[in-house]
């Protein structure tokens, strides 16, 4: 599975969260929760509860054994833990079936993930704020279509990406209640074996709530909406690695992936220093955009239940989880290691002599009463001439005969100034937090 190929990248405690060993040790709590609850209810004998909560336990390599002769994990796993309680484990998985235990560990491993991701989402955030501060002021480039268009700060743009990932942290806060939901309510959810109370003891004390309908399944919107929570804040670290990957490249090189000392960039050009961090992270993203669409695909199942959607979730539930959490460790040190040239910054800005203050004389000259058409035109010859020619927007500007007769080479001059670009800059900063 992918998250054997990238596992030596991502944080432990994410792979722990969906080893065998782990998802057992949840399957054995939920068995004994439900035995002491129905124990407390006078269903099954106290001691017995008492000797199963003492005894149970279970060993991964046997549950294998045992699936290899009864091609049922959760009968395997039954049996195998069976073998160590002794006869007071008649009591296990009463009038429970086999979704109830796979489904209720299901939601507290997505919780758990979830509550991982928001660490690392919070990480990002941080040093995205921090790194926006840094550059506040920072005058670059903006681009619409690749083209050049008027001046911003490249604190304005990190500042974009930290309220991004706030988003992205916000969606995942929103979807944890409707993912943290378990059941134990039977073949067909009908708890006809098996009283609500017990489902709600035993969902209680994982930390879920008892859903208040089910199937024989937990029904798989909830799963499709987690997974596209996944793949949309894969898509925003996807966004920022293109964006890196874009200010990266020679012709502009503002910005640079850090290059450790030894580091190797071409087999063929030794001069190579490739943005390979977030070429990466791009490729990444499209795997959980794609496991969101396997996913959604999960959501129409027949009736009451079918297992179609089953071996899906063993691939996509552990990678895409996995997967982020690698992406999103790797964006916030791609961020914090982030080299910055202000002067390539500059440099660039310069390049067109200054056409980006063509809309502010533009608006200038029509709230002076010109005609917009006419002061358009009118500008626009200026910046044609400035685009052909060595002479700055601003002479051009003024050596218009039209625009000439309205402003002032004062005015012109004022106008053609990044102070206009960035006087509220300090208020979009205090809007979002960053002081």
Known sequence: MLRAVISRYSLPEMSAVWTEQRKYEIWLEIEVLACEAMAARGLIPVEDAQIIRS???????????????????????????????????????????????LDTTLAVQMAQASDILMAN?????????????????TP?????????????????????????????????????????????SGAVGTHAHLAPEIEGHVCSKLGLKAADL????????????????????????????????????????????????????????PHKRNPITGEKLSGLARIL?????????????????DISHS?????IMPDSTVLLNYMLVTLAKLVERLLVYPENMMRNLLLTKGLYFSQSVLLELTRRGLERKTAYEA???????????????????????????????????????????????DGTFAKLGLV
């Open 140 to 184: 670059m480039i903006g681009r619409s279509h690749g083209i050049h268009a008027e001046p911003v700060t490249f604190g304005l743009k990190l500042a974009l990406m930290y309220d991004e990932f706030r988003r992205g942290l916000a969606r995942l806060e929103d979807i944890q209640p409707r993912i943290r939901v378990g059941k134990l």
């Open 55 to 101: 005894r149970a336990k279970f060993v991964v390599e046997e549950i294998d054994e045992i699936e290899r002769r009864t091609h049922h994990d959760v009968i395997a796993f039954l049996e195998n833990v069976a073998s160590y309680v002794g006869p007071a484990a008649r009591w296990m998985h009463q009038g429970m079936t086999s979704s109830d235990v």
């Open 311 to 315: 071996s899906v979730e063993r691939v």
């Open 214 to 269: 089910s199937t024989q399944v937990i029904q798989r919107d909830r799963h499709a909406e987690f997974q596209s929570v996944l793949a949309l804040i894969g898509s925003s670290v996807d966004r920022w690695a293109t964006e890196f990957r874009h200010l990266q490249r020679t012709e502009v090189l503002e910005v640079e992936e850090y290059f450790n000392a030894g580091q190797k960039g071409s087999s063929a050009m």
């Open 289 to 305: 955009r794609s496991n969101s669409m396997a996913a959604l695909e999960n959501v129409a199942l027949w009736h009451e239940r």
């Open 121 to 137: 989402l919070r990480a990002v955030i941080e040093v995205a704020g921090r790194r926006a501060k840094e550059f506040k002021l």
């Open 379 to 425: 500008v626009q010859r200026a910046a044609m001439k400035t685009w052909q020619g060595e002479v700055s927007l601003q002479d051009n500007l003024a050596a218009e005969a039209e625009i000439a007769d309205v402003l002032s080479a004062e005015e012109i001059q004022r106008l053609c100034s990044l102070d206009v670009h960035f006087q509220h800059v």
